[in-house]
């Protein structure tokens, strides 16, 4: 007896279901945003706070010798907009916590989906997310005198901010996966603060204080701020911009590894 | 045993929990404690060369005069971490069992503010303890030193307040956790952390007005140069007239929340 046709689809290549799996991911997060009100806007307020709040205490120390630039606006907004990354980041790692709690996690761990699948979803949801404070405290800062940083400028603090949340992102993953409760929420933001704040945020690397100028040396994200500042104070060389790339590429690398490690202990 | 002393130990018993509560939840203790400290350390380190600018008070060092905001900061913060615990016992139903029992419902409110002023004293003592260890000097001694501490647990009762009032009003954790970028605003906008004549405006204008600067100014005063009768009396000024206006709000919030349950 001849066997009835059994009709078949064409498999769907793998970097392709892949890139799906991440689409999707993504979706989901943007979902949140549009349908939890409010879901965006602690991550907006809290660096366009920082913002404002720095600016007006402590603007007046432009007038100390060796500040490069004359406005406190220009010198500080990419330092928010990357606080702005941060806080995103964190957030998607509390998210993470949120969704290994209410077992969501569970459940894609069981689909076909590789683990690296999984936490790329996470990592480029909040990177695409961190353009959103970013945008928010640059318009405020341009709209009080910051100056415009040119096309350049801008593309490359752009893209500080972006792997900055990438950054922030696997960090906080890395906690979620590795505490499974949204209540290491404050390790995942605090953690994000401190390598943020401890580098030429407040003042150039000459005026800082002997410890915090040293732990600035040795902090990558010294690289990375000053990269994104460029164009508010200076021109933007390439000189200034690979160092940032070099630090991001390496930040990226050792956390997302951790990260990868951790969901790939995750078991069901 | 009488009355008093009846609702003396409701008032400590839930002091205590409140307490407790806070240094088992990691993000209740995180606020209080370890954002201060971080940003206290940060700002003294970024901005320490402030002290060279014309205009700025003579201090021995800028973490001598950063340790009041950083009081102010976690004083803050303790009020409205307390008024999230107090939204999750509503959130959670604990409140209404407390409701239910045979104690004033005054003594509710009263103890979870013990426990958000007791909070307000760690911060202190904390920051003290910071200080010190860090060579900041304290020029009004242990009497100036006290005081400071006085004025920062009192604020943290007086903040929690309005912590508390807003918990029972809404019984929403979510949204008195909301109100935290607005406690960093009000800080931002007095003069917690750098001198008010030294602000730009329009934060200088607004810090001139903000109670938070008098009670700023009443803890800083002790530390940087000793205690100063003007400088107190405005700070406990500032801190009788929120006393006022939380446990005002409070007691409206606690007859809503009885009625509607």
């Known amino acids: ?268 | 045993m009488s009355s008093f002393a009846t609702n003396a130990h409701i008032v400590r018993a839930l002091g205590m929990r409140s307490i407790r509560q806070t240094f088992r939840r990691p993000q209740l203790i995180a606020p209080i404690i370890i954002f201060p400290t971080l940003l206290l350390a940060i700002q003294t380190g970024g901005a320490g060369g402030a002290v060279n600018l014309p205009g700025f008070p003579p201090v021995q060092s800028f973490l001598q005069f950063m340790l009041a905001g950083a009081m102010m900061q976690s004083m803050m913060l303790a009020g409205n971490s307390g008024g999230i615990a107090l939204a999750v016992d509503i959130e959670m139903g604990f409140t209404d069992r407390l409701f239910s029992a045979p104690i004033p419902r005054f003594a509710i409110v009263l103890g979870r503010l013990a426990g958000t002023a007791a909070l307000g004293l760690f911060g202190a003592i904390w920051f003290f303890a910071i200080g010190l260890i860090f060579g900041a000097e304290i020029e009004g001694g242990v009497p100036g030193a006290l005081l400071a501490t006085a004025l920062v647990n009192a604020s943290a009762l007086a903040v929690g307040a309005i912590g508390a009032a807003i918990a029972l009003r809404t019984g929403s954790a979510s949204v008195v956790q909301g109100l935290f970028p607005l406690v960093l605003v009000v800080l931002f906008l007095s003069s917690a952390f750098f001198p008010q004549e030294l602000m730009i405006e329009p934060a200088k204008t607004i810090a001139a007005y903000n109670p938070l600067s008098f009670i700023a100014e009443g803890v800083r005063e002790p530390m940087i140069s000793g205690i100063d009768a003007t400088h107190t009396l405005e700070a406990v000024a500032a801190i009788l007239a929120i006393v006022l206006l939380g446990l005002t709000m409070s007691a409206r919030a606690l007859r809503h929340r009885l009625r509607v349950g």
């Open chain 1, 1 to 268: 007896m001849e066997a009835a046709a059994i009709p078949t689809t064409a498999a769907i290549p793998a970097w392709r279901a892949n890139l799906a799996t991440i689409g999707a991911l993504m979706a989901r997060s943007k979902n949140e945003l549009v349908r939890v009100p409010g879901a965006a806007i602690p991550g907006v307020l809290a660096p366009t706070i920082f913002f404002l709040g720095l600016n007006g205490v402590f603007g007046a120390l432009t007038q100390l010798q060796g500040f490069e630039t004359g406005t406190y606006e220009s010198f500080i907004v990419p330092v928010s907009m990357l606080q702005g990354a941060g806080f995103t980041g964190a957030a998607a790692g509390v998210n993470l916590a949120r969704d290994i709690e209410a077992g969501w996690l569970d459940r894609l761990l069981v689909s076909p989906a590789p683990r690296w699948v999984l936490l790329a979803g996470t990592v480029l949801a909040a990177s695409a997310r961190a353009l959103i404070p970013a945008s928010f405290v640059l318009a405020i800062a341009l709209a009080l005198g910051a100056g415009f940083p040119g096309v350049d400028g801008l593309v490359v603090c752009y893209l500080m901010v972006a792997s900055m949340a990438a950054v922030a992102a696997c960090w906080g993953s890395f906690l979620a996966l590795r505490f499974k409760s949204q209540s290491a929420a404050p390790l995942m933001q605090a953690g994000m603060m401190a390598l943020i704040l401890t580098t030429t945020a407040y003042a150039p690397l000459a005026l800082l204080q002997g410890w915090l100028q040293d732990i600035a040396r040795v902090n990558p994200v010294t690289e990375v701020v000053e990269a994104a500042r460029q164009g508010f104070v200076g021109e933007v060389t390439w000189a200034e911009t690979w160092p940032g790339i070099l630090a991001l590429a390496a930040l990226l690398a050792v956390l997302g590894a951790l990260a990868l490690r951790e969901m790939r202990r995750t078991a069901v």
